[in-house]
């Protein structure tokens, strides 16, 4: 479904109540990308947000398209139009699951080959294992590796997606573009195994680049060797 950045942590004493200064300076482009999925969140064609926040549209399209800043008071009549703050215009909003915009008028759904989705799968990053426990289906997040083709987390014995080993379950990653109104998704579906062998330990140890984040011993290495892998790309 996600490419995140991090800016510079700012110091809270210092930004103004309505967040139009001090706030951490985006990525190149970042700023546009929000105010355009912010305008069509809310239905607003481009010339109707230029007119209400008092600026050209040909000025809005250049910074939505290329990429720029705002100067404080654009910024301020933006966020006021589009129903936000300039905080979450400059840093964006963490609340709520992505995708909460509209679709795109005519988006088309594509498969990703299989040396498409790997490539997609990376090296390392935060995907979803979904298993069978004795409560129910579950699906749970962790911090993975791709090592020699197979899927590795680390886990405790004790935990829920340690229950895998043992079992066929199924491994999923995506990223959404709210701004594109596009996405993708890969799927694994595999046999998940416990990684007891002291060399292999050892190895994973050395090189999987995924330390948990949900910190805590996490000792448990659990392998997904890939028996089928899908993928779907949406494009517009």
């Not at 482009?29 to 109707?48: D, H, I, K, T, W």
């Not at 129910?136 to 680390?154: H, M, Q, S």
């Not at 829920?160 to 993708?184: I, K």
């Amino acid at each position: 479904m996600l490419d995140c950045r991090r800016w510079a942590v700012v110091n809270e004493s210092r930004t103004p109540s309505d967040g139009s200064a001090g706030a951490p300076t985006p990525q190149p482009g970042e700023l546009a990308r929000r105010v355009a999925l912010r305008r069509g969140q809310l239905g607003l064609s481009r010339e109707e947000l230029a007119h209400q926040a008092g600026m050209a549209p040909r000025y809005l399209q250049l910074l939505e398209e290329l990429g720029g800043d705002f100067d404080t008071g654009g910024l301020l009549r933006l966020a006021a139009v589009l129903e936000t703050t300039p905080r979450e215009l400059l840093e964006g909003s963490t609340d709520g699951p992505p995708g909460q915009g509209a679709a795109a008028p005519r988006p088309i759904l594509w498969k990703l080959e299989p040396e498409e989705c790997r490539d997609r799968l990376g090296t390392h990053g935060v995907g979803r294992v979904a298993l069978s426990t004795p409560a129910g289906p579950a699906v749970l997040p962790v911090n993975y590796t791709v090592l020699g083709g197979a899927i590795v987390y680390r886990t405790a014995p004790d935990t829920v997606t340690a229950a895998a080993a043992g079992s066929e379950v199924a491994f999923e990653v995506d990223q959404v573009d709210e701004a594109l109104r596009q996405g993708w998704s890969v799927l694994v579906v595999g046999r998940a195994e416990r990684v007891t062998e002291p060399d292999a330990v050892q190895l994973l140890t050395e090189q999987a680049a995924a330390e948990p984040w949900a910190g805590g011993k996490r000792d448990l290495w659990v392998r997904i060797n890939p028996t089928r892998v899908t993928g779907r790309i949406i494009r517009t």
